[in-house]
């Protein structure tokens, strides 16, 4: 049974172009969450995703930051006209179906470069 | 008000001591709490969860929850070189899930 599975594990972009990240969350698994790192700092919620729907969005940026989770394939998350401050690991993690078992599994992340 | 609380650390002990893991939490109606553990450049791996008030042990590890005082906690016993990380507080209700800062402790040999 394979982890949540995220790709690319390194990206380099340079200021103004987008970054496109993906997560496929473990089998069986329809819940995925996305969250930002920064260095030294703790993670910080951005969005939770079931399939085709945005369930809570709370953490996004208002703009340039979107999410997707659709019937077929991976999570994406874009982030468009990338800035430095955009510089980050960013986590994916998901969960299986139920309230009480909303235990997390974690990706290995994607560590965004912005140059 | 933060959501969930943690002392940033650094937090040292000795090898073979107990650490002693601390997190608060602002939501009353908080369902389930977790520990995770994370090395320097890796993922977040979970540890230990606990829904219910009172001590869940699993190895060296204990997890203790008071749901009236809103306080989860961690002990380590017998604490390792290996041990030195940064451990993550999760709080979780309706499967949506917050995170402390991190407490970063460090196990000196």
């Known amino acids: 049974n394979a982890g949540v599975m995220q790709n690319p594990r390194h990206l380099v972009r340079r200021r103004g172009q987008e970054a496109r990240l993906r997560c496929s969350p473990m089998k069986g698994h329809s819940h995925v969450y996305w969250y930002r790192q920064l260095p030294e700092e703790g993670l910080k919620f951005m969005v939770y995703?079931?399939?085709?729907?945005?369930?809570?969005e709370s953490g996004m940026p208002k703009e340039r930051f979107s999410a997707e989770f659709p019937k077929e394939g991976p999570s994406i998350l874009r982030i468009q006209q990338v800035v430095r401050g955009d510089s980050a690991a960013y986590f994916c993690?998901?969960?299986?179906?139920?309230?009480?078992?909303?235990?997390?599994?974690f990706g290995a992340g994607t560590r965004l470069s912005v140059l | 008000q933060k959501e969930v609380e943690q002392n940033s650390g650094p937090l040292s002990v000795p090898e073979g001591a107990i650490a002693s893991l601390n997190c608060t939490y602002s939501d009353r109606g908080s369902q389930s709490f977790f520990w995770y553990r994370q090395y320097s450049g890796k993922s977040p791996e979970l540890i230990m969860f606990i829904y219910s008030n009172g001590d869940k042990e699993d190895g060296r590890f204990t997890a203790q929850l008071n749901k009236a005082s809103q306080y989860v906690s961690l002990l380590i016993r017998d604490s390792q070189p290996s041990d030195s990380a940064t451990y993550l507080c999760a709080v979780s209700q309706n499967n949506d899930m917050r995170f402390g800062a991190g407490t970063r402790l460090t196990v000196k040999p």
């Open positions: 993690a998901s969960s299986p179906p139920g309230f009480r078992e909303n235990i997390q599994y």
């Open positions: 995703l079931q399939k085709e729907n945005i369930i809570d």
